[in-house]
């Protein structure tokens, strides 16, 4: 297969998003092209359900911050935590926010109603940065980016919370390597049949078999994702925000995952240095988390919205 990557200037993308959401979603194409987050609030991750609303988890102090797509009005969820709050995943049918709690070694399930703290589940290990998650049918794997390994929430039936959580050891041709964010984004395959964990220090993407933790390099005909940081799948489409590159590529899965293409690149002036991403409608959502900068209590930090190409 032929790997296209194309380009799209800040400008072509804006006038491509009017186009976009002009049609079946205008309602969408109102929305503000960037959210606003409090100052020096440090986000890494984002969440968005059913409905349009994003939260937005704080490595400052773990508070959860939640946007009105529609307006960009936002209000504190929950209060700081006490350590991190990294990636984040919504349970939107039980009103639920799964947190990763990244250098805090824990686990955090928020309530999106009223921000109250349903479950805390500590990793066992010390010397762990839990970084993502993904919801996956009856289960909730997170990521350690410093430690190979996955961790996993069983949910019972009616989405019954476990009373611990699991450890799954990487094993097969996972290599964790020595001072680098290893593990970070996560993600299922159009299958549903596996794990899909970016490799941030590596700049690839591995499929994972979730029973036994054995993964495999995913075959991308050579082309790398550079820092390969948040993922976010579409149906067959897996969207990989390039903290390395500044941009944000779509990569057309195999539907066992083991084989993807790389088809194109997003890249805007607005990103700066993105983490991860979200989708509603016809929009991504694209987390400056500006790792770049030294940050301060009046940093300035925004989410911005790109059509899904």
């Given at each position: 297969?032929?790997?296209?990557?194309?380009?799209?200037?800040?400008?072509?993308?804006?006038?491509?998003?009017?186009?976009?959401?002009?049609?079946?979603?205008?309602?969408?194409?109102?929305?503000?092209?960037?959210?606003?987050?409090?100052?020096?609030?440090?986000?890494?991750?984002?969440?968005?359900?059913?409905?349009?609303?994003?939260?937005?988890?704080?490595?400052?102090?773990?508070?959860?911050?939640?946007?009105?797509?529609?307006?960009?009005?936002?209000?504190?969820?929950?209060?700081?935590?006490?350590?991190?709050?990294?990636?984040?995943?919504?349970?939107?049918?039980?009103?639920?926010?799964?947190?990763?709690?990244?250098?805090?070694?824990?686990?955090?399930?928020?309530?999106?109603?009223?921000?109250?703290?349903?479950?805390?589940?500590?990793?066992?290990?010390?010397?762990?940065?839990?970084?993502?998650?993904?919801?996956?049918?009856?289960?909730?794997?997170?990521?350690?980016?410093?430690?190979?390994?996955?961790?996993?929430?069983?949910?019972?039936?009616?989405?019954?919370?476990?009373?611990?959580?699991?450890?799954?050891?990487?094993?097969?041709?996972?290599?964790?390597?020595?001072?680098?964010?290893?593990?970070?984004?996560?993600?299922?395959?159009?299958?549903?049949?596996?794990?899909?964990?970016?490799?941030?220090?590596?700049g690839a993407l591995f499929?994972?078999d979730p029973g036994t933790?054995?993964?495999?390099?995913?075959?991308?005909?050579?082309?790398?994702?550079?820092?390969?940081?948040?993922?976010?799948?579409?149906?067959?489409?897996?969207?990989?925000?390039?903290?390395?590159?500044?941009?944000?590529?779509?990569?057309?899965?195999?539907?066992?995952?083991?084989?993807?293409?790389?088809?194109r690149a997003l890249t805007?002036?607005?990103?700066?240095?993105?983490?991860?991403?979200?989708?509603?409608?016809?929009?991504?959502?694209?987390?400056?988390?500006?790792?770049?900068?030294?940050?301060?209590?009046?940093?300035?930090?925004?989410?911005?919205?790109?059509?899904?190409?």
């Amino acid at each position: 297969m032929r790997r296209t990557r194309v380009y799209l200037a800040a400008a072509f993308a804006a006038a491509l998003s009017a186009a976009l959401l002009g049609g079946g979603t205008a309602a969408a194409g109102r929305f503000p092209a960037e959210l606003r987050l409090p100052d020096g609030f440090r986000p890494e991750g984002i969440a968005i359900g059913t409905r349009p609303v994003a939260y937005f988890g704080s490595l400052a102090d773990g508070r959860i911050h939640q946007v009105d797509l529609r307006t960009g009005a936002g209000r504190q969820l929950s209060a700081p935590a006490g350590g991190p709050s990294a990636g984040l995943a919504v349970d939107p049918a039980r009103h639920r926010l799964f947190v990763a709690g990244g250098t805090s070694g824990e686990v955090r399930v928020i309530d999106t109603r009223d921000g109250a703290l349903l479950a805390n589940y500590p990793v066992a290990a010390s010397g762990s940065y839990v970084n993502d998650v993904v919801i996956a049918g009856d289960a909730v794997w997170l990521t350690d980016s410093f430690q190979p390994r996955l961790y996993k929430l069983s949910l019972g039936p009616g989405g019954e919370l476990p009373s611990a959580l699991e450890t799954v050891t990487l094993g097969g041709q996972w290599q964790n390597l020595p001072d680098s964010f290893n593990a970070n984004g996560i993600a299922t395959t159009p299958d549903g049949r596996a794990l899909l964990v970016g490799h941030s220090a590596a700049g690839a993407l591995f499929r994972v078999d979730p029973g036994t933790g054995v993964a495999s390099v995913v075959d991308l005909g050579g082309a790398t994702l550079p820092g390969a940081d948040g993922l976010l799948r579409v149906g067959r489409d897996l969207y990989v925000v390039e903290g390395d590159g500044g941009r944000v590529s779509k990569v057309g899965l195999r539907a066992d995952g083991a084989v993807g293409l790389v088809e194109r690149a997003l890249t805007d002036h607005r990103f700066d240095h993105a983490s991860t991403v979200a989708a509603f409608g016809d929009r991504l959502y694209v987390v400056n988390a500006r790792f770049s900068v030294v940050p301060v209590a009046g940093t300035r930090y925004t989410a911005v919205a790109v059509p899904r190409f």
